[in-house]
């Protein structure tokens, strides 16, 4: 019986699992935004909240006694990769501080052409957008051909 077994296997082996919730999580980590498949982004909401949670936590700490330092080392455990890690605890987690909770969103895609997978971006909810700012075309020259036409004049007498 499966009673209050909640979590998908995704059809993967224990550790297989392991190595893709973090290869996503530090992918969303470095991204702030990256599509997947819809199960995926369901488990990687749980994995990654609880990594904020504990970098939150260090941070309130802040004490000399080391604490954050092991909340540090608990994220690293999690994630395997110093990079990510130090790009959690000093850009995404004091973002997410006035935040209780829900520090990511899933938004349905659509599905995948090959095989038809439902599809959905998961994204940090305080992500800064940037918005591309759209140059107006100047207004150039026309074409060679009508230039030419227009500098020589038609000579009807």
Same mark, same amino acid.
């Given at each position: 019986m499966r009673h209050r077994r909640h979590r998908s296997r $995704? /059809?993967?082996?224990?550790?297989? =699992?392991?190595?893709?919730? =973090? /290869? $996503?999580?530090?992918?969303?980590?470095?991204?702030?935004?990256?599509?997947?498949?819809?199960a995926k982004a369901k488990q990687l909401r749980q994995f990654v909240e609880r990594l904020v949670t504990i970098a939150k936590d260090g941070i309130k700490a802040a004490d000399p006694a080391g604490i954050t330092l092991a909340k540090r080392r608990l994220a690293f455990s999690y994630l395997q990769d110093k990079e990510a890690t130090k790009r959690l605890f000093d850009t995404i987690a004091p973002r997410c501080m006035e935040r209780a909770g829900g520090y990511t969103r899933v938004v349905k895609c659509g599905r995948r052409m090959g095989d038809g997978a439902p599809m959905a971006y998961i994204e940090f909810v305080d992500r800064p957008v940037i918005i591309p700012e759209v140059d107006e075309p100047k207004k150039g020259r026309t074409s060679r051909k009508r230039s030419r036409e227009k500098a020589q004049p038609t000579a009807e007498a």
């Amino acid at each position: 019986m499966r009673h209050r077994r909640h979590r998908s296997r $995704l /059809n993967r082996t224990t550790e297989h =699992r392991k190595a893709l919730m =973090r /290869n $996503l999580a530090i992918a969303l980590i470095q991204h702030e935004i990256i599509k997947t498949t819809e199960a995926k982004a369901k488990q990687l909401r749980q994995f990654v909240e609880r990594l904020v949670t504990i970098a939150k936590d260090g941070i309130k700490a802040a004490d000399p006694a080391g604490i954050t330092l092991a909340k540090r080392r608990l994220a690293f455990s999690y994630l395997q990769d110093k990079e990510a890690t130090k790009r959690l605890f000093d850009t995404i987690a004091p973002r997410c501080m006035e935040r209780a909770g829900g520090y990511t969103r899933v938004v349905k895609c659509g599905r995948r052409m090959g095989d038809g997978a439902p599809m959905a971006y998961i994204e940090f909810v305080d992500r800064p957008v940037i918005i591309p700012e759209v140059d107006e075309p100047k207004k150039g020259r026309t074409s060679r051909k009508r230039s030419r036409e227009k500098a020589q004049p038609t000579a009807e007498a």
